[in-house]
């Protein structure tokens, strides 16, 4: 487990923090909040990372930024965006090479819906596992 440095900075200084602290060039986030991985999605997603900086999943529902692929060439760029209090991971978009990896290259998977949700809540579990 990695803590962030300076508190209050979301999760932009986690990514920071998680990549400074990674052994590996290319590192996998996820929120930890979305607790229905899909190993083979990840693969899928892996296969881009040797040319992109990012490699992000996106759906009709927007891009998933913690659900993703960063490589450790990004460290120069967060650590610009946290100084200047940009805080928002998207704000990497526009100076990182990304792979955006929409809908059509993942309808392999029937259950995209529930590798994507957000589980916040006692409600939140119950309610996706009655689907």
Known sequence: MIQDEILERGP????YQGLKAATFEEVF?????MPFLEAELIRLLAK??????IV?????????????FYH??????????????HLKVGDLYQT????YVGETELQ?????????CNVNTPEDWSAILKE
């Open 12 to 15: 932009l200084e986690g990514l």
């Open 48 to 53: 881009w990372t040797p040319e992109y900086d």
């Open 108 to 116: 392999a998977f029937e259950n995209l819906s529930k590798v994507f």
């Open 96 to 99: 990182c090479s990304i792979r």
């Open 29 to 33: 986030f996820v929120a930890c909040d």
């Open 72 to 85: 450790r060439r990004c460290l120069p760029e967060i650590k610009r965006k946290l100084e200047a209090g």
């Open 56 to 68: 992000v999943p996106r759906l009709k529902s927007g891009a998933h930024p913690l659900h993703a």
